[in-house]
């Protein structure tokens, strides 16, 4: 089966840092651009930020709330994308999900990870 | 306060159809960018609905269609069931920001 899975989240103070994984499987990583979405609590999705493949060249771009602080990186040999999260405040809280497009449809994105929880305390 | 507008909530009976709206400007559906629609049920990752701003992916019933027009999209859901009970959001890329963006969300509640 075609999935995406995120870990790395937890709770954390405010101005420390985290790293957040997503793992694919069963479907060719090589080419993947990967995006994460975040969600805080109760509010809507909101992209964050986008990495995409080796063969593009590897460019990365973010949403201006996490630029300077976050930064996307990926190692094809794991099939995992990496989200470095430096300096988080607390409107950084929120369920993050990695997702990417298969292509079948577009762009859209239509292979989503189950989401992992992040909570920033002040 | 979100790019693309959308109501905050809609609600009918099951058998009726609903319509929700996703609104924009000329730096992103007017522009002509795609946009793309995603049921999200609680506690679980969003699901693609509606893709190129009319198509329905693999497995999508027939009971949900899309259409852009303008600086405007919409998602009309027909026969409404319990299960489609959700929240939705509408997507588009825009080019002023340089980001995807989405819409504020519609919760749709089943009567």
């Known amino acids: 089966e075609v999935q995406l899975v995120e870990s790395g989240g937890g709770l954390v103070k405010s101005g420390g840092s985290l790293r957040l994984s997503c793992v694919a499987s069963a479907f060719s990583f090589t080419n993947a651009w990967v995006n994460w979405v975040r969600q805080p609590p109760g509010k809507r999705l909101e992209w964050v930020g986008r990495?995409?493949?080796?063969?593009?060249?590897?460019?990365?771009d973010y949403a201006a709330p996490v630029r300077g602080r976050f930064t996307l990186s990926r190692d094809d040999s794991k099939n995992t994308v990496y989200l470095q999260m430096d300096s988080l405040r607390t409107e950084d809280t929120a369920v993050y999900f990695c997702?990417?497009?298969?292509?079948?449809?577009?762009?859209?994105?239509?292979?989503w990870g189950q989401g992992t929880k992040v909570t920033v305390s002040s | 306060q979100s790019v693309l507008t959308q109501p905050p909530s809609v609600s009918g009976a099951p058998g009726q159809r609903v319509t929700i709206s996703c609104t924009g400007s000329?730096?992103?559906?007017?522009?002509?960018?795609?946009v793309h629609w995603y049921q999200q049920l609680p506690g679980t990752a969003p699901r693609l609905l509606i893709y190129?701003?009319?198509f329905r992916p693999s497995g999508v019933p027939d009971r949900f269609s899309g259409s852009k027009s303008g600086t405007s999209a919409s998602l009309a859901i027909t026969g409404l069931q319990a299960e489609d009970e959700a929240d939705y959001y509408c997507?588009?890329?825009?080019?002023?920001?340089?980001?995807?963006?989405f819409g504020g969300g519609t919760r749709l509640t089943v009567l």
């Open positions: 990495i995409k493949s080796v063969t593009d060249g590897v460019p990365t």
């Open positions: 190129v701003n009319n």
């Open positions: 997702t990417t497009f298969s292509g079948t449809y577009d762009d859209a994105f239509d292979i």
């Open positions: 997507q588009s890329y825009d080019s002023s920001l340089s980001v995807w963006v």
């Open positions: 000329s730096s992103n559906i007017g522009g002509g960018y795609d």
